[in-house]
């Protein structure tokens, strides 16, 4: 295994362990952004304003799978850390089976549901044609969705970062060849995008099963017998990050329906230009988080825990420097960067490079509140992460949405981010603190 699992951490091979992860989050982002490229500059602003709307629908699924990834890795991490290499292995199998499965039951009630969804925001003409189109490839996509984020999680638990980067480089080469071929050659608009996006997840699902089938894996396929109660330890030690995903997607229906009364499509299309590149920057926090949860587990399983101490120390370093680049990065830069998505001479863009300005306060807290969360989950401490996770990502997020906009307007909608960052930051310092004592770090 790595040498960060045999308590030689370094700063170097520490960097080299976290470093796939954040540039993995980092291209999952970008060819996000490309895909919303395609789609606002070859197909228009309604198809890009259905994207945002549909978005809450892959949020869901991202969601789930999400959830038993991060939840029963961090538990096989644990094994690991305790030697009990066969029981790990059984784990990584019964979650991986437990997950094509569920997939497969989403992808069904998603077909029946689709429909009502779309019914709710109100749309018609176009953008509502948009959002049947691209919604349901997205739902017929959901089996690979969980197939390649179960797999994602349990390489970086077996000790190679690097290929979950190799996984989803290809990936989104795949997406963006096709996003190519598909909407500009062929001309087959935002069918087009869905195909390709899916297309992407599909190449990582299946280089992801050729790794643990022939890539010389620690963890391996083997036979099982169903645990219902380790699946349910996984579910609610994972919750956190259902909580995150679905919670965003429950605040983006609300946030939608409330820019689509003040700003009609143009804030609808504005809305979705700004979220496309405060994910890209977010995910910088994202995959540290990935890359560095893992170690936590195993290190906290073998009892090492001055290791876990000297990793908290150099996550602390990377997450309050990069908190200000990234702030400034995204004040400086948000004219230029909005203009890739939207016409500068368009109502849409006015409103964009405003409200992103306003959207960046938070990013000097969002990564403290996203470590702290991924902290408690990798330590098996769902209930704590919950809290966090449900505190920044939907019930601040809630208070926001409903009182800033009397005060503020439009921009009470741009300020609801801010708002539940930093009210979230003050619950996150009290829990480092509290639970210090136990963890030991």
Known sequence: MNDC?????????????????????????????????????????????????MYPISGVMFGFSIMMATGASALAAIKLGEKKFEEAC??????????????????????????????VFGVTGRIHDYCIAYGMIMVLGTPFIFISTIFEYFIRVDGKPGFTLVLYITGGVVNIILDYI???????????????????????????GWYFLYGRPVLKFMAFKFDGRFIMRSLVNGFPEMATESSASVTAIMINMIMLKLAGGDGVAALSAVMYIHYFMVSVYLGYIL???????????????????????????????????????????????????????????IVAVKGFRIVACCFPFIGINVFVSGLFTAYANGNISTIVALSRGLAFVVVGTAVLPIFFDING???????????????????????REKYQY
């Open 5 to 53: 699992y045999k308590n030689h951490i370094t700063v170097k091979n520490f960097i080299y362990f976290v470093t796939p992860s954040v540039a993995m989050m980092l291209v999952i982002a970008l060819y996000s952004i490309i895909d919303g490229i395609f789609v606002a500059n070859w197909i228009g602003p309604d198809a890009l304003a259905a994207v945002g709307l």
């Open 90 to 119: 059984e784990k990584f199998t019964m979650i991986t089976v437990a997950g094509a499965v569920i997939g497969v039951v989403f992808t069904i009630g998603g077909i029946v549901l689709l429909n009502d969804f779309v019914r």
């Open 182 to 208: 598909l909407i500009v050659v062929f001309e087959t608009g935002i069918i087009g995008a869905g195909i390709a996006t899916v297309a992407g997840l599909a190449v990582a699902a299946i280089l992801g």
């Open 291 to 349: 890359g560095v949860s893992p170690l936590i587990s195993y290190h906290y399983g073998a009892k090492e825990y001055h290791v876990n101490k000297k990793i908290i120390r150099y996550s602390r370093t990377f997450i309050l420097t990069t908190s200000v680049l990234v702030f400034l990065i995204a004040e400086l830069m948000a004219p230029v960067v909005i203009q890739i998505f939207l016409d500068p001479t368009s109502n849409a863009y």
């Open 413 to 435: 909608i741009w300020m609801t981010m801010p708002f539940a960052e930093s009210m979230t930051l003050f619950l996150s310092v009290y829990i480092i603190r509290r639970y």
